[in-house]
């Protein structure tokens, strides 16, 4: 699945089929933690809609822990095929999307970040504005997870999830 990321190009035209090959691959990481994906979740009457939200099920883990201290019933994720570096708005339109009915946890997955730290920045002002908690993954950190999960002991571990998390909330 990862050359199906990295063969599409950043743009509008391979959208919604990188929207599709994250949807797999995050299904095949994250399973049986989150589960049960909803594509184009749709909230407000249709008027917004999720990429993808996933239930978590976790019964260990980071997904857990991470529903043991923060509002996390589902965790949702928005998918940018961009060619260029996201910014507050991509930020805020995730931010949107948390409720407490919903969750207020989220990833964002992006075909690269050049400035980490300024996106951190981001993320933790949005966490402190207690507007929710998301955390932004580029294709490097995609491949990162995938390499990790191969080893039975990382495999629920998500140990470059859990240190953005550290970072936001920190």
């Known amino acids: ?32 933690s989150l589960c049960n994906p909803t594509k184009q979740h749709e ?23 991470l529903s ?9 994720v928005e998918c940018k095929n961009y060619g260029r570096e996201i910014g507050n708005p991509e930020l805020d339109q995730l931010a949107s999307r948390f409720s407490p009915s919903r969750g207020q946890v989220g ?11 300024t996106m951190t920045k981001r993320c933790k002002d949005t966490a402190g504005d207690h507007r929710g908690f998301m955390v932004v993954l580029d294709d490097a950190d995609i491949e990162t997870l995938v390499i990790a999960a191969r080893n039975p002991q990382e495999r629920h571990a998500y140990a470059l999830l859990r240190e953005r998390f550290r970072e936001v909330v920190s």
């Open 1 to 32: 699945m990862l050359s199906e990321l990295t063969a599409l190009s950043p743009g509008k035209d391979d959208a919604t089929a990188y929207e599709k090959i994250i949807e797999r691959i995050l299904s095949a990481l994250f399973y049986p």
């Open 43 to 65: 909230i407000h009457d249709g008027r917004k809609r999720i990429d993808i939200t996933y239930m978590n099920e976790a019964k260990d883990g980071f997904f857990n822990w």
């Open 68 to 76: 043991l201290h923060y509002p996390c019933g589902f965790v949702m």
């Open 107 to 117: 990833i964002l997955v992006c075909r690269s970040v050049e400035d980490r730290i």
